[in-house]
């Protein structure tokens, strides 16, 4: 029931978000084509963002390290880098390339001394597909689509002298994906910064950074 | 339409977080990959030789080596009925006529004292663990239920077995030779699964995991089901008894 509550309010929030950024039905057509000129995102446009995630949840399918005792797990920065290219007046299609890492120490619950653990050095690719809601000024308000696979080495943490078996079958990658709302704002024609947010498997809950579109 | 679909688009990611890991693999969070030494006793609480010798090099061991293995039988006293059929099993496999005897792992019986205990551990302390055991319990009435993980951290040769024994830590009871009451550990209950476990297959190779479920039903000499713990214990069995001893773990 909580998860309904919260997934509505999100909905909820979204329709009021969007519903503050679009056209009013009323305004006249002469008047939304001429605002389609002044907007952030248009066809034929080639958009470049790095940045940098906040709270990737990892999700290692069938690879359980808490099988074997206490687990602590260390998370760097995920940084990120997509490219856009806009197919449509109100969509464009790109790349997603990611990178991540996180180690984990486990330590054994039955014999304090057997410490060990293994870093994970993750890269990420991706395919975007980015719907673009039309506002007039430098905001690029948009909802994306990233589906791609999740690729991932693991080497033992040397400074530890456990039994490390977490060799023995690690997480060597799988599918990724997310979807995500954020907006683009532009503080010159070509320059700006983005930010989204949203769900998905190994990707970052938020992402931002600069934008930069040609 | 437009609206609709941003809408949508949104509400499936949100939903999304609705789906929670499903984690149904149990609660087992203690497969270890340390090679632990099983130490065995065979003791009785009415015997002198019992108190003088053979507790204290018990207690000392497990002092000693506390994140080790151990079960304790028992003949008829007071802490024990000494009715358990596996036990009756055991105690012909190590040859234990006359208390108070130790052993360790699947190794030959001795006369319990802190030299052959410790010069019979060394031997063996370093070995390497080719499998990790987890396990864990749960009580319901005078039921446990137990489940087990088994892990193979290399290949195993020959037909492996996984032994599922249940002991009983924190007895307080006299015991001759001692003053007042001692505390009694490791004391042996019953298996799970047979004399000498059940047969993991001929296919151990590394890599490979195993789940299993037990039940066990407290036996009336039981004093309190809050201090059973689970002893697993992993070899290889020719012609009906342990040839080689793998592992062990407990809870």
Partial sequence: ?214 | MKKLIFILALSVGFISCSKEDADSTSAITNVSSTYKVMIVEYTATWCPPCGTYGYPTWKLGHETHPYETGISMHPSDGVSDGASAAQAALKTFWGFSGTPSMAINNLPKFYPSTSALEGAYAGVKNNIAKAGIGVSHTLSGATLTINTKTVFFNDVAGDVYLAVYVVENDMMNTQSSQSGTVEHDHVFRGSANGNFGESLGTSCTKGKVIDGSYTFACPSDTRNMANLHVVCVLWTMVGGVPTTYINSNMD
């Avoid at chain 1, 299609?93 to 870093?119: A, H, K, Q, R, W």
């Avoid at chain 1, 970052?204 to 950074?209: A, D, E, Q, T, V």
Wanted: charged share 20%; aromatic share 14%.
């Fill in chain 1, 1 to 214: 029931m909580k998860r309904v509550v919260i997934a509505l309010a999100l909905i909820l929030s979204a329709s009021v978000v969007y519903g503050s950024f679009a056209p009013k039905a009323n305004e006249p057509f002469s008047l939304l084509k001429k605002k389609k000129k002044k907007g952030a995102f248009k066809q034929g446009q080639i958009s470049i963002h790095i940045g940098m995630g906040i709270i990737l949840k990892a999700d290692y399918k069938d690879v359980d390290y808490s099988i074997f005792g206490t687990n602590e797990v260390k998370k760097k920065l995920p940084f990120n880098m997509m490219f856009d290219y806009g197919v449509a007046p109100m969509l464009s299609m790109g790349l997603y390339m990611g990178f991540y890492g996180e180690s984990i120490t486990v330590t054994d619950n039955t014999d304090p001394g057997n410490i060990y653990g293994i870093e994970n050095k993750f890269k990420q690719f991706g395919l975007r597909t980015t719907y673009h809601q039309y506002m007039d000024g430098k905001l690029d308000p948009y909802a994306v689509l990233t589906l791609g696979f999740n690729k991932c080495k693991g080497t033992a943490m040397s400074e530890l002298k456990g039994n490390n078996v977490l060799l023995l079958n690690p997480y060597t990658g799988g599918f990724m994906w997310g979807i995500q709302a954020g907006a683009n704002i532009y503080f010159t024609d070509n320059i700006g910064a983005y930010v989204e947010a949203g769900y998905g498997k190994w990707l970052p809950i938020i992402n931002l950074g600069a934008a930069v579109k040609f």
